[in-house]
Structures are given as C-alpha cells and as structure tokens.
C-alpha cells in the first residue's frame, strides 16, 4: 500500500533514540496488523544534534517540514545540557516551539492502571485535558519574548496569562472526551486565591457544561485535587485545568498508577498532532538501553487514533487499540522495565510487544 498520511519523526535526546525508534516500529507493525495503509514518516533534526548543525534544538527547517505534516512524533529534550551560547539566546524549548507554532492548544494525558503493573492506587482511569498555550507557563503565553522578567536582580516577575477563547476551547475538548467515557468532567482550579482568573474560568466550563447536559460538571481546588488524587483518584474522569496545574497533577497520576515512563500524551490542535511521551529525556539512564519505552508507545498510538478520528478511517483507530492491547498484554505477562521493577530491557519489551501484535490473538 502506498503511504499516504505524513507524519514527522525527531529522536530528540537522553532516552529520546532509544525510545522514538520502537515508537515507530511498533506503530508499522500495527498499521500492517490492522490493515491500514503505512505512515510516511520524515526523519527530522531535533534537539542537541541540531544545535550542532543548526544552532538550534528546533531549526526552522524542521518546523517547515512539520508544516507539510499532519502530526509527529516528538522525542524528549534535554534542554539543561544545552551549550551556555544556546541558553544566553532566550530561545523557547523544542516542545513549547512546537506548541506555540502550531498552536496545539489541547494537552491530552490519560492515567489507567495497567494488569501486571504495581500502582499506588487501583481502579483508576483519569483523562487530563490541560490547556497547553497559556497559563503559568511564560515561555508560551507571550505574543512576543518570554513572560518572565527580572528587573533588579533581586526581583523576579512572572506573567499569567488567561483569555476565554483559550479556556472556551479546551473546555469543549474536555467535553467531547466526556462524551465517549463515564460523562464526567470536573474542572481544576485555584478560585479561593484567584478569583478573577479562575472565576473567569470556571465561567467559561459552565457556559460549554451547559451545551453538555448529559456530563456531570463539577470543581475542585487545585490544592485539594492532588490530595483527591492520592486518597481517591477514582472519582476522576475528565480533568479540565490550566497548563501548569495540568502538567504537575499529570505527573502525579502517572505515578500513581505505575511510574512516569508509562505516561502518555497528545498535543493537538484542530489540524497537526504532536505525540510526546509525559516524561523527560531521563539523562540518568540514557545509553543503558533499559528506558521504558511506553510512554512514548502509547503517545505514537494516541497520534494514530487522532488520525483515525481525523481522516475517519476505522483501520487507523483499530492500530491504535492493537497497540494499546498488545501493550497491556506484554506488561500482563510480567515483562516490564526496571522502573516498573522489572528486568526487561528496551529491547526486551519492544519485542514482547511486537510478538503481541503478530500473534493471531493480536488481530482483533
Ligand atoms: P523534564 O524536566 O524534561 O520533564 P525531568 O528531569 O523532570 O525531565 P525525567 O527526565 O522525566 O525528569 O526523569 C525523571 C526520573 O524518571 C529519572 O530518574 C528518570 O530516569 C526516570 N524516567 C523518566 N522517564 C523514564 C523512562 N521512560 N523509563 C525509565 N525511567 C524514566
């Protein structure tokens, strides 16, 4: 079959080449289990490679080729290693270059408890939906420069950013996801502190709640939901909630259920998806060849659903649940990475899975 959607493909640094590539393998072999046709993937420079061939860790050549893409595949960066030159320039990272260029205002990152998985708490299957354009974090909120500023040396200023048709979005987002889970959406914020802010928010989710009488709508304290996620993570479906929030409690529930390298994520706009595993570059333990590739898995499978959604393709949507089966099934049988407290390397499990998704069992 000829390809016909492409897709952008950057390792990025730290785990980046070692996970990235098992991404895309592992979405072939699904591809070709459920009968649809392969993805043109467009290797692209990104990271500490490209600033030593570009000056940059998102060369404007890269982000023109993403431009003919739909979506991509974004390693981790490592962007603390990057050369003093670099940093002195004020330059955004990779990822909030991307988000802000392409204006991937939706950060999609679900938490489920996996069979086989040791997890802090059981029975929990939470979606967030974080607003991935404004907020607290400056390095995106700015038409131009960097909300951060410093004038003295002894003062540092920090500019939040919240309009509503960035909120009006994301809640909608937040909405529709709701619609095809347990219809409950509640909304994360800091309204005690924060009035005008977090008024002018959970304004915004009530107007879009009210187009959605069949979801349940409610509201809980930033503060108060991390505590709700530890003590009863089950009472959470969809969790709606500003960048900063959104990327802290996220973590969180990856822990939760298991460990941050089996946390997946989307960020997509109404036209290009990027697919960037939750975790970082984990420097500590690049090169050993025993990172835990599923975050950055099941973030590839979640950019192949969003493309089954978009092009309506049914042979799409069913790869992506292959992918997220066979997972499932390789961790059920025990062969999990040492962050899970496993043994398996790289490798190892990237194997396990592709025998899941070869096996007749696989052809669901
Ligand atoms: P960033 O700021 O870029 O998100 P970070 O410094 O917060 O990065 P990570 O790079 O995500 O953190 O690493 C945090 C810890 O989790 C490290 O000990 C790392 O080894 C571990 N870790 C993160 N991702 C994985 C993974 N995929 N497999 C195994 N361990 C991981």
């Not at 940059?56 to 490592?78: K, N, Q, Y």
């Not at 802010?197 to 009530?206: N, S």
């Not at 946390?263 to 990027?274: G, K």
Request: include cysteine; glycine fraction near 10%.
């Amino acid at each position: 079959m000829t390809p016909s959607i492409r897709i952008g493909y950057m390792l990025g640094d730290g785990i980046g080449p070692e996970i990235v590539p098992v991404a895309r393998e592992i979405v072939d072999a699904a591809l070709a289990a459920s009968g649809a046709a392969p993805l043109e993937w467009v290797d692209l420079p990104m990271g500490l490679p490209a600033i030593e061939e570009f000056g940059s860790p998102m060369p404007p050549s890269t982000v023109e080729a993403l431009e003919t893409t739909e979506g991509w595949v974004l390693g981790p960066f490592d962007n603390g290693s990057y050369p003093a030159s670099w940093k002195a320039k004020g330059e955004r990272v990779p990822g909030a270059t991307l988000r802000k260029h392409f204006d991937l205002y939706a950060n999609i990152r679900p938490s489920r408890n996996r069979e086989g998985v040791a997890s802090i708490k059981p029975d929990v299957d939470l979606v967030f939906v974080r607003e991935n354009t404004e907020g607290f974090y400056p390095d995106r909120n700015m038409f131009f420069g960097n909300g951060e500023f410093k004038p003295t040396d002894d003062v540092a200023l920090l500019v939040g950013v919240f309009t509503r048709p960035a909120i009006h979005r994301i809640a909608v987002r937040a909405f529709e996801m709701a619609m095809s889970r347990r219809k409950h959406v509640t909304a994360v914020h800091k309204s005690n502190v924060m009035p005008t802010v977090f008024g002018m928010f959970l304004e915004e989710c009530r107007k879009v709640a009210a187009d959605f009488p069949e979801v349940v709508f409610d509201d809980v304290l930033f503060d108060a939901a991390a505590a709700y996620l530890v003590r009863n993570p089950q009472r959470f479906d969809v969790i709606v909630t500003e960048n900063l929030f959104g990327d802290t409690l996220s973590d969180l529930a990856g822990e939760i259920v298991g460990a941050l390298g089996l946390s997946a994520a989307l960020n997509a706009s109404d036209t290009h998806a990027m697919a960037q595993a939750a975790h970082g570059s984990a420097p500590d333990i690049a090169g050993l060849g025993i990172a835990n590739p599923v975050g950055m898995i099941l973030s590839a499978a979640m950019l192949v659903e969003w493309l089954g959604q978009k092009h309506s393709d049914e042979t799409l949507t069913r790869a992506a649940r292959l992918i997220d089966e066979a997972v499932d099934a390789a961790l059920a049988r025990g062969v999990q990475t040492g962050d899970l407290g496993g043994s398996a390397t790289t490798r190892q499990f990237t194997e396990a899975v592709l025998a899941e998704l070869s096996a007749p069992g696989g052809q669901r």
